[in-house]
Nanobody, 125 residues
Framework: QVQLVESGGGLVQAGDSLRLSCAAS????????MGWFRQAPGKEREFVAA????????FYADSVKGRFTISRDTAKNTVYLQMNSLKPEDTAVYYC??????????????????WGQGTQVTVSS
């Protein structure tokens, strides 16, 4: 069983930065993929970023490319989402998720096996 616990959300102004953390407990594999998704009120959950547990491959949604960075600290079993130059349209509940065996559909919420509880990010204009 895997548990994911997110932290780091909050209320910021446009242009500010935030760093989200996702601490994983339980077994992961080198092929596992950690992803970040977000869901704004009245909208579907959308892919933000993903990274394989081992290796350097990272993937980003076009809407956050160049502003957000996903990284991993294997010693702490934690994945981070550094969010810079935040915009009001980034306002959402952010979720981390784990695809335990690491398929190719990293951008699809249905590929992920475990989810965190979510953390609210609100960006004011």
């Amino acid at each position: 069983q895997v548990q994911l616990v997110e932290s780091g959300g909050g209320l910021v102004q446009a242009g500010d930065s935030l760093r989200l953390s996702c601490a994983a407990s339980g077994r992961t594999f080198s092929t596992s993929v950690m992803g970040w998704f977000r869901q704004a009120p009245g909208k579907e959950r959308e892919f933000v970023a993903a990274k394989r547990w081992s290796g350097s491959n990272t993937f980003y949604a076009d809407s956050v490319k160049g502003r957000f960075t996903i990284s991993r600290d294997t010693a702490k079993n934690t994945v981070y989402l550094q969010m810079n130059s935040l915009k009001p349209e980034d306002t959402a509940v952010y979720y981390c998720a784990l695809d335990l065996y690491g398929g190719s559909g990293y951008f699809s919420a249905g590929e992920y096996d475990y989810w965190g509880q979510g953390t609210q990010v609100t960006v004011s204009s």
